[in-house]
């Protein structure tokens, strides 16, 4: 079993940036692919980064290319997701997700949420314009 703890959410103004983070409970860290998720209210959960367990691969979904960075301190158990140059449309809860696999084969499946295996609570985030 996994515990996944997210923080860094907020409010920012448009353009402004946020860090955040999530700490995992389990010591094999580099064992667990990682993903960042958000849910806005009555939508679904829609993949925004994903990264390898050793993370040397990263997968960003195209309406965050160049403006989110996701890395991962395997040393400290916890993952980042850096967002820069915010929009009032990723207003939205943030959430970080585990598989309990170091990475997958197909890269779509980094996309699915599906594929993943724990959950944190979420953070929200919210934009404004």
């Known amino acids: 079993q996994v515990q996944l703890e997210e923080s860094g959410g907020g409010l920012v103004q448009a353009g402004g940036s946020l860090r955040l983070s999530c700490a995992a409970s389990r010591r094999a860290f580099n064992m667990l692919a990682m993903g960042w998720f958000r849910q806005a209210p009555g939508k679904e959960r829609e993949f925004r980064a994903a990264?390898?367990?050793?993370?040397?691969?990263?997968y960003y979904a195209d309406s965050v290319k160049g403006r989110f960075t996701i890395s991962r301190d395997n040393a400290k158990n916890t993952v980042y997701l850096q967002m820069n140059s915010l929009k009032p449309e990723d207003t939205a809860v943030y959430y970080c997700a585990a598989a309990d696999r170091p990475l997958f084969y197909s890269s779509t499946h980094y996309y699915d949420h599906r594929n993943y295996d724990y959950w944190g609570q979420g953070t929200q985030v919210t934009v404004s314009s």
């Open positions: 990264i390898s367990g050793s993370g040397s691969t990263t």
